[in-house]
């Protein structure tokens, strides 16, 4: 699936790393999608040697937010299928530590695939 992987994060050093959903798609409640972002994440650290903390106040150094369209990084989304998300490095800027969704894609919960809708769970490894 669509992936930018050019956006990829690189060369991290292991450490805990805080990281706050934002926004939220309109077909998930944000109970689901907190929990989705969050066993992804756990998903993401089990491969490697970084560790994730959900923080629902103040600065955090991964930000998830569903965003549709043009929203401002120059990376517009392009609606329903193809790309599915793309993260930003942490690091000075304003975009550091961005990882947008394409809020007009179809978020699923639980892996239910059926027709052109994505499974939550899975995405943010892959775009990681
Ligand atoms: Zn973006």
Same mark, same amino acid.
């Given at each position: 699936m669509g992936f930018s992987r050019d956006r990829l994060f690189i060369g991290w050093s292991p450490g805990i790393f805080s990281s706050r959903v934002d926004s939220f798609p309109v077909s998930l409640s944000q109970e689901s999608t907190r929990q989705l972002i969050g066993s992804a994440l756990y998903a993401w650290s089990r491969e490697s040697n970084l560790d994730f903390k959900e923080t629902r106040t103040g600065d955090a150094d991964i930000r998830v937010s569903f965003v549709e369209g043009s929203h401002g990084d120059g990376y517009p989304f392009d609606g329903p299928g193809g790309t599915l998300g793309h993260a930003f490095f942490p690091g000075v800027g304003s975009s550091a530590g961005a990882t947008h969704m394409d809020a007009d894609e179809s978020w699923t919960y639980? =892996?239910?695939?059926?027709? =052109?809708?994505?499974h939550l769970a899975a995405a943010p490894p892959h775009l990681f």
């Open positions: 639980n =892996g239910k695939m059926a027709g =052109g809708e994505n």
